[in-house]
């Protein structure tokens, strides 16, 4: 087959964030705007000719649009063979299992997660490489260069081929195989955890609700909670992906998973809740009215890892994010094991999982995961829970309250500014980076702070070095970050993390927003908040 060399001209937007490149569809749908960051991606990857990737994505607008071009350019560009997930549709865990189980050279995911889709919404794509963990900085700064002087792009001028069928196919010598997305996925869970144990629990009258959002994880949740382990029927719910998620937004969240939460606090509420998000990394935890936060649940999880079979012979470590709570610190330090603390973002993970040095990570902002892959993963949490509850036969509320009573509780909050003017944002934040020093010692509100700083990080494999959130850290351990995101695709959103540790067991169980309310205040008095952006109350609270 004929491979056509067409003339395009650079853009100077595709630098990809922590999760690739982000934009709005409308954009990726802008002349060659996918097929110069497609041949960026190609052109940085030394030795591609011959070798196999993965494809696949959330399955939001313009999935199918985006596959049938990377097919054809990937023909064009002499890659071997492409693992297709069929329909082109894949969660962003399972493909990174694809990458690792079939050994390839990396793969392509679609997706813009947990944001909005439709022709008006958001869209994105993203490189891992073969540890099946999102592409470096040493590679998206090679693609980002390339993309700004790209000329040309190759790609093989054919019909659209049918991906609705499982089995192989070829363009030009390029061979794809169409494969099953969900079944090496569900293989992989069912190795990890104690499969019988939790199908005596539903056997029982155990009773879930898992809310796939109308996104990815619907197909997957089915098959692995109704059809494996015997959840009865109709517990998924918003099972049947839609590309536009249904007008909704799914972040799995108190906010958006607005459906869940009302079914998890109503007076005939199952045992167990859960949400993942729009390609299936995310999750949420609920018991009957009760919410675990993510970062508690990262705790709990690492508490419990012994009754996974996975992890029965015990772990090496943990590793947080830097705004995650530091209720993991404490399990860590009691079971003896490694505790890390990176920047905000999977791919700071990977290392530390390569190594051996940890095995279970979380984020607060939904994320967890272990090193059975190298992103989050929505479902391997939910299955955690569905492991420790069968195992333990306690109630989730149960779990977390005593998990409070012996390590202490830390006390949560997350305030989201979204849309911001982008001017106003980052002034805000480098006044407060500039003033930072001025507050070490200082006595506020009843709180001393220890000591106020940007967090840098300096991998222990690679040595990168990398500086991310302002830290305000007082002297009993409660802290305010603040973030700028680096994952919107318009406005800047700032992120404020608010954190209390209560070590006394006996009385964890007050109010959140009454541990907290002292810091808040200070949190927007310290940053200038209300004041720089005229907003007096956040868009979202976690
Ligand atoms: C957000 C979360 C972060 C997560 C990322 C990708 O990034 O805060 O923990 O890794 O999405 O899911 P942010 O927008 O804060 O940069
Ligand atoms: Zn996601």
Not at 388 to 417: F, P
Request: hydrophobic fraction near 35%; aromatic fraction near 10%; glycine fraction near 10%.
């Amino acid at each position: 087959m004929e491979i056509s060399l067409i003339k395009t001209k650079a853009y100077d937007d595709q630098k990809p964030g922590t999760s690739g490149l982000r934009k709005k569809v409308k954009r990726f749908m802008e002349q060659n705007y996918l097929e110069n960051f497609v041949q960026s991606l190609f052109n940085s990857l030394e030795d591609l000719p011959g070798k196999t990737l993965v494809l696949g994505g959330d399955g939001r607008y313009y999935n199918d649009k985006a596959i049938q071009t990377i097919l054809k350019m990937a023909a064009a560009n002499n890659i071997g063979k492409i693992i297709l997930a069929k329909d082109g549709v894949l969660s962003t865990p399972a493909a990174s299992n694809l990458i690792r189980k079939y050994k390839t050279f990396g793969g392509i995911i679609l997706s813009a997660s947990h944001n909005p889709a439709g022709i008006n919404e958001d869209f994105g794509i993203k490189y891992n490489i073969y540890n099946g963990a999102p592409a470096p900085s040493s590679i998206t700064d090679k693609i980002f260069e390339i993309s700004k002087t790209i000329t040309e792009y190759k790609i093989i001028k054919t019909a659209d081929i049918d991906i609705s069928t499982i089995g192989t196919t070829k363009i030009g010598d390029m061979e794809i195989e169409i494969i099953d997305g969900v079944k090496d996925y569900a293989t992989m869970l069912e190795g990890i955890f104690d499969f019988s144990a939790i199908k005596n629990l539903f056997a029982g009258d155990f009773t879930i609700c898992f809310d796939a959002m109308h996104a990815v994880t619907g197909p997957y949740a089915k098959y692995i909670l109704e059809y494996m382990l015997g959840a009865k029927s109709g517990s998924v719910i918003n099972a049947i992906p839609k590309e536009d998620f249904n007008n909704g937004h799914p972040d799995p969240n108190l906010t958006y998973a607005k459906e869940l939460v009302d079914i998890m606090y109503s007076d005939n509420a199952p045992d167990f809740g859960a949400a993942s998000d729009g390609d299936g990394d995310r999750n949420m935890i609920l018991g009957k009215g009760f919410f675990v936060t993510p970062s508690d649940s990262l705790a709990i999880i690492t508490d419990n890892h012994k009754l996974i079979p996975y992890y029965a012979g015990g772990i090496s470590g943990v590793a947080r994010s830097m705004p995650t709570s530091a209720a993991c610190d404490v399990v860590a330090k009691e079971l003896g094991i490694n505790c890390y603390e990176v920047p905000t973002g999977w791919k700071y993970f990977g290392n530390l999982m390569d190594a051996d040095m940890v095995a279970i990570c979380g984020e607060e902002s939904f994320g967890t995961g272990g090193n059975h892959v190298r992103e989050k993963d929505g479902l391997w949490a939910v299955l955690c829970w569905l492991n420790i509850l069968a195992i333990t036969k306690k109630s989730v509320k149960d779990i977390t309250e005593k998990h409070w009573q012996k390590y202490g509780r830390n006390y949560y909050t997350r305030y989201d500014y979204e849309g911001l003017n982008s001017d106003i944002a980052k002034d805000l934040f480098n006044n407060l980076k500039d003033t930072f020093g001025s507050y070490n010692g200082k006595m506020m509100d009843g709180f001393i702070i220890d000591f106020a700083d940007e967090f840098t990080y300096t991998d222990p494999i690679d040595n990168s070095v990398t500086r991310n959130g302002l830290r305000i850290i007082f002297t009993d351990g409660s802290r305010i970050i603040y973030r700028l995101s680096g994952t919107g695709s318009s406005g800047v959103t700032l992120r404020v993390y608010i954190e209390k540790y209560e070590k006394d067991g006996s009385k964890v169980t007050s109010q959140p927003a009454i541990a907290l309310s002292n810091l808040i205040e200070l949190s927007d008095i310290i940053a200038e908040i209300s004041e720089r952006t005229g907003r007096t109350k956040p868009d979202v609270i976690t």
